[in-house]
């Protein structure tokens, strides 16, 4: 039998963990991370939300306009970075799926990154693909992980 992989991610960390045999427990093959993104996350979240302000603005014709930004530099370089590791987590699963390490493949992430990770995942890999879960268990328990894709212990 082929190994499992699960892919657990977010923005800027992936843990794949895998399963050789059916009841066999998971375990860790690789983590990725972005170290940027983690690094800057904390700061760019504060400083996008810091430019949100609720006040007025007046237009250059002296009319009050609205002043809620919806968009900031800060939640720009948050996509821009989701995005990059987004890339280089599809491009480590299509360079492992060639040197033939896993068989099938099941994805857990956040709706937003999960989406991003579709995108980016190349054809060959999305065939493997059994199954996808919209939710962040990145930092659940390899057992707690192994009971939300096998529930009958397969």
């Known amino acids: 039998m082929d190994p499992i992989w699960i892919v657990l991610a977010d923005e800027g960390r992936a843990r794949i963990l895998a399963r050789d045999q059916p009841g066999a427990d998971l375990v860790e093959v690789e983590e990725l991370t972005d170290a940027a993104a983690h690094a800057d996350n904390a700061d760019l979240r504060r400083d996008a939300y810091g430019r949100r302000g609720g006040g ?9 306009m609205g002043g809620n930004a919806t968009a900031s530099a800060g939640e720009e370089k948050l996509d821009h970075e989701a995005e990059l ?28 990154f999960l989406g991003r990770l579709r995108k980016q995942i190349d054809p060959q890999v999305a065939k493997l693909i059994a ?24």
């Open 85 to 112: 590791f987004a890339r280089r987590v599809a491009k480590w699963l299509l360079e492992a799926h060639q040197k033939g390490r896993y068989g099938e493949l099941r994805l857990a992430a956040a709706p937003r």
């Open 56 to 64: 007025e603005l007046a237009d250059g014709g002296g009319r009050r």
């Open 131 to 154: 199954e996808e879960v919209d939710k962040d268990l990145l930092h659940d328990s390899p057992r707690d992980v192994a009971q939300r894709f096998f529930p009958s212990g397969s």
